[in-house]
């Protein structure tokens, strides 16, 4: 049986680093995903993160910023105040990568490029349906 989980999307808020009584890191952040379709709206993901990566998230990623995520769904339950018990799905993650560069985040220059650098615009080409090979 396979659990993975991959994901692309844009942190709701900024990412909460707590630590266990042995002191492990762990992060917990929001990931912003759309839906495909028309008017299908966002979803919107509960992430934990443990040890370096949690530590990697804690201290290079903010509310806003476009990440890739790569892990397991893991569904948990506890016991809340009221004895309500309480299901919560999240993502583990074993890899997070942030998907665009401080820079390009900060200035709005586009990934990999200064603004000088930045490619020419392409001219549109033509292809009709008889070109592909499919």
């Known amino acids: 049986m396979v659990n993975r989980v991959v ?3 844009r942190l709701v ?3 909460e680093l707590r630590r266990t ?3 492990l890191a762990v992060t917990t952040f929001t990931v912003a995903v759309d839906n495909r379709g028309k008017d299908a709206g966002a979803s919107f993901l509960p992430v934990v993160c443990w040890n370096q990566t949690a530590e990697f998230v804690a201290n290079y990623l903010k509310k806003g910023n476009l990440v890739g995520v790569d892990g397991r769904l893991q569904q948990r339950s506890y016991e809340n105040q009221a004895k309500q018990k309480v299901y919560v799905i999240e993502i583990v993650a074993d890899t997070v ?3 665009e560069s401080l820079q390009a985040r900060e200035g709005g220059v586009e990934q990999g490029y200064t603004p000088d650098q930045a490619p020419a615009p392409q001219s549109g ?3 009709s349906d008889d070109d592909l090979p499919f």
């Open 7 to 9: 994901l692309v999307g």
């Open 13 to 15: 808020r900024d990412p």
């Open 21 to 23: 009584q042995t002191n």
């Open 97 to 99: 990568q942030a998907l």
């Open 125 to 127: 080409v033509d292809v």
